[in-house]
C-alpha cells in the first residue's frame, strides 16, 4: 500500500468535490469562503483520515470530509490527541457520520 501523505489525501478529496474550507467558530461550522455558518443537525461526516507525524506520534492530525444540507461539500482539518481544538470536539461528537445513526 503506498504511503498517502495528509496533501495528497486534502487533493484527492478536492478532486471528489470536498472543495471548500471549513472551520468550527462560536458552535458552529463555517465556510470560511462564504462565510456561511451549520448546525450540528445540519452536517454529515462523511469520512475521514487520520495522519501521525512519521517522527512524533504527537504530531497528528485528522481531516474530515463534511456536507451540509444545503450541498456544501468541504474539508475540515484538526490536529488530533492533545493539541486538538477543543470546540471542533464539541461540535463534531453531535455530528452524523455517514452511515451511522445519531
Do not use: H
Not at 3 to 31: P, S
Not at 35 to 52: K, L, N, Q, S
Amino acid at each position: 500500500m503506498a504511503y498517502r501523505t495528509l496533501d495528497r489525501v486534502i487533493a484527492e478529496l478536492k478532486e471528489r468535490g470536498f472543495v471548500e474550507r471549513l472551520d468550527v467558530r462560536d458552535g458552529q461550522l463555517r465556510d470560511l469562503g462564504s462565510g456561511r455558518t451549520f448546525d450540528a443537525e445540519d452536517i454529515t461526516i462523511r469520512e475521514y483520515r487520520r495522519f501521525e507525524g512519521v517522527s512524533d506520534p504527537d504530531d497528528a492530525s485528522i481531516v474530515y470530509a463534511i456536507e451540509t444540507g444545503g450541498g456544501t461539500k468541504g474539508l475540515l482539518v484538526d490536529a488530533f490527541g492533545p493539541y486538538a481544538n477543543p470546540e471542533v470536539g464539541r461540535l463534531l461528537e453531535t455530528v452524523e457520520m455517514y452511515g451511522e445513526a445519531r
